[in-house]
Nanobody
Framework: QVQLVESGGGLVQPGGSLRLSCAAS????????IGWFRQAPGKERAGVSC????????YYIDSVKGRFTISRDNAKNTVYLQMNSLKPEDTGVYYC?????????????????WGQGTQVTVSS
């Protein structure tokens, strides 16, 4: 049974940093994609970044490029999202998800299994 467990959220001031972790278990694959999504208050869930295990390729939405870094430790089956220079508009519940396919995508329909989310609040 696939399980994804996020951690690392919290309250941070604008300009601060957080590192989110996504611990994955219950699947074996030489190549998979893990994505990070966020849902801001009153908005739909939207993709932020994703990474492929086989070659480490990554993808980011424009608004987080240069501020967020996605990485993974395949030995620990854990994916990280380092978030720097945080802005109030980064506030939301952050979810990690396991992709159905091996290509990089941030379409929610391309993800099969989801974690329960971790809250990130950026506020002074």
């Amino acid at each position: 049974q696939v399980q994804l467990v996020e951690s690392g959220g919290g309250l941070v001031q604008p300009g601060g940093s957080l590192r989110l972790s996504c611990a994955a278990s219950g699947f074996t694959s030489d190549s998979n994609v893990i994505g990070w999504f966020r849902q801001a208050p009153g908005k739909e869930r939207a993709g932020v970044s994703c990474i492929r295990s086989s070659d480490g390729r990554t993808y980011y939405i424009d608004s987080v490029k240069g501020r967020f870094t996605i990485s993974r430790d395949n030995a620990k089956n854990t994916v990280y999202l380092q978030m720097n220079s945080l802005k109030p508009e980064d506030t939301g519940v952050y979810y990690c998800a396991l992709g159905r396919y091996t290509w990089l995508s941030l379409a929610s329909a391309h993800y099969l299994n989801w974690g329960q989310g971790t809250q990130v609040t950026v506020s002074s």
